[in-house]
């Protein structure tokens, strides 16, 4: 009774495992986790010097719902894959597309939906509240600002 060819000497069955399916999914998490980290790098401006502080508290896993908007020194406002805004219209507009475009709902994006304002350390105080004046007004609720923690 032989399982194998033909043949005498061929009584062993080889087994291969079927690498395709690992393979596939290796190269869709590869892809997945490229996209990711360009988005996230998109929100992040490395143009902007954030100001140091020693009480920091770095993002925790229940801040999910945050957007980034960046304050460079000059008081423009820096967003992800568009042109810098200028004025409180401009950014009103802005945040209004955002909250029309969220996933949660125009509604429900203004009231959990938390805007994260990076300001460079070397922007004035009037830039950054004129930003945070226009995204109250846009009617977002919740507004943060960043800095970075200091270096021990």
Not at 1 to 7: C, F, K, L, N, T
Not at 77 to 83: I, R
Request: aromatic fraction near 6%; avoid cysteine.
């Amino acid at each position: 009774m032989s399982h194998g060819g033909a043949g005498g000497g061929q009584g062993a069955q080889s087994a291969e495992p079927n690498l395709t399916p690992l393979l596939d999914m290796v190269l869709q998490l590869v892809m997945f986790f490229m996209l990711v980290a360009n988005f996230v790098m998109d929100e992040l401006s490395d143009k902007i010097r954030l100001p140091v502080a020693s009480q920091a508290k770095p993002l925790t896993a229940k801040d999910t719902n945050f957007m980034y908007l960046n304050v460079d020194k000059t008081g423009r406002v820096l967003v992800p894959l568009g042109e810098p805004l200028l004025t409180p219209d401009q950014i009103r507009f802005y945040m209004r597309q955002a909250a029309r475009n969220h996933v949660l709902g125009e509604a429900k994006a203004k009231e959990e939906v938390t805007v994260i304002i990076r300001a460079d350390k070397d922007s004035r105080v009037q830039h950054i509240l004129k930003t945070m004046q226009a995204i109250k007004e846009s009617g977002f609720r919740k507004v943060q600002l960043r800095a970075q923690i200091e270096a021990k």
